[in-house]
Nanobody, 124 residues
């Protein structure tokens, strides 16, 4: 069982940066792939990026490529989403999700555990 808690969202002006984090419980955290998704009310949950269990690779959706970096600190059971050059269209609730596999797939149905989400609001 893994419990995820996001933090670090907030209000930022366009062009600014944020670093939401995802803290996990569980002793096998290092064996989980972690992904970030975001959701706007009335829309589907969209993949933002993910990091493999090995930490060796991250994948970003086209809408955020070049503007995000995902890293993990397994000693702290925490994954970070670094977001730069934020745009108003990045406004959403950001969720982290975990699956007991090496690959961070873009399909949200493949994830076993979800956090409660953290709101990111980018003002113009």
């Amino acid at each position: 069982q893994v419990q995820l808690v996001e933090a670090g969202g907030g209000l930022v002006q366009a062009g600014g940066s944020l670093r939401p984090s995802c803290a996990a419980s569980g002793r096998t955290f290092s064996s989980y792939a972690i992904a970030w998704f975001r959701q706007v009310p009335g829309q589907e949950r969209d993949f933002v990026g993910g990091i493999r269990a090995s930490g060796g690779s991250t994948d970003g959706a086209d809408s955020v490529k070049g503007r995000i970096t995902i890293s993990r600190d397994d000693a702290k059971n925490t994954v970070y989403l670094y977001m730069n050059s934020l745009k108003p269209e990045d406004t959403a609730v950001y969720y982290c999700a975990a699956r007991p596999s090496g690959i961070a797939t873009m399909n949200p149905s493949r994830y076993n555990y979800w956090g409660q989400g953290t709101q990111v609001t980018v003002s113009s």
